[in-house]
């Protein structure tokens, strides 16, 4: 409920401001297609498949295992937004990897930076992401999932964040304050960048690419987003490796 509600509230915020107007109204209907399509697979379809097969297995393979782990509130929430979270860091490194990198290079291709973006995918390219397996793991494994659930939802809403223009204006003090502990849209603009998709690879906390090296950030907005792949909607949809002869 907390990540369709942000999803909405972004959406009304992109739709009010002029620039997210143009975004939409320019937007092809291939990419309407892509993002749409990816919204309701990332967003719903996998998360759920996800989880229940996870779960599922767990149940049938190991039922010792149910809600064996008893932690506290704070802890279980931490596993999810702080270990989970480091865990990803290095499984987007990994996609951006040469050998990954066919995988992953859809969500790149937007020249536009608004909500909309946030699941253009490969369709199956979301099961390569820790979450869907972590998620349901720790909802087997925790005695009391609930705050680890709330750990997920609100790592899934600042994944809708980061994907939009919104936020305190870079370098001022709101900024800087805000940064030092979380990506904000403005260095994550930056991992979508023409030149910089190396950098801010963190979902939650810029401690990872600050703690590794990969930390990026400058005032100004990049001059330039997206990498185009120049195949044709269908095949980033499917299968978006470049055909040689």
């Known amino acids: 409920m907390l990540v369709l509600c942000v999803f909405v509230l972004l959406t009304g915020v992109t ?12 937007r092809t209907i291939p990419e309407w297609i892509i993002d749409s399509t990816g919204l309701l697979v990332q967003g719903l379809v996998i998360p759920a498949l996800g989880a229940s097969v996870i779960y599922g297995v767990c149940k049938t ?3 010792s295992l149910h809600g064996v782990l008893t932690v506290s509130g704070l802890v279980a929430f931490g596993l999810n937004f702080v270990v989970v979270d480091y865990l990803y860091y290095w499984n ?11 995988l992953h290079a859809v969500h790149h291709t937007s020249e536009i930076f608004d909500v ?10 979301p099961l390569l992401i820790v979450y869907v397996w972590g998620n349901g793991l720790g909802l087997f494994l925790l005695a009391e999932p609930r705050p680890f659930m709330a750990a997920a939802a609100l790592t899934a809403s ?18 800087r304050l805000l940064a030092i502990m979380l990506i904000t849209p403005h260095e994550h603009m930056w991992h ?25 950030r400058e005032v100004h907005p990049p001059a330039r987003l997206g990498l ?13 490796f470049r055909q040689t002869t």
């Open 15 to 26: 739709l009010g401001a002029h620039r997210g107007r143009v975004g939409v109204y320019t």
């Open 92 to 102: 987007h490194r990994l996609l951006h990897t040469t050998r990954w990198w066919p």
């Open 228 to 240: 185009p792949l120049g195949l044709p909607w269908q095949q980033q949809l499917l299968c978006p």
């Open 158 to 175: 600042l994944d809708l964040w980061h994907h939009t223009t919104f936020g305190p204006a870079p370098g001022s003090w709101a900024h």
């Open 192 to 216: 979508h960048s023409h030149d910089r998709a190396d950098a801010n690879f963190g979902a939650n906390l810029a401690l990872w690419d600050r703690l590794h090296g990969t930390y990026y």
């Open 116 to 125: 909309f973006i946030t699941a253009r995918n490969t369709l199956w390219t």
């Open 61 to 63: 393979m190991a039922p």
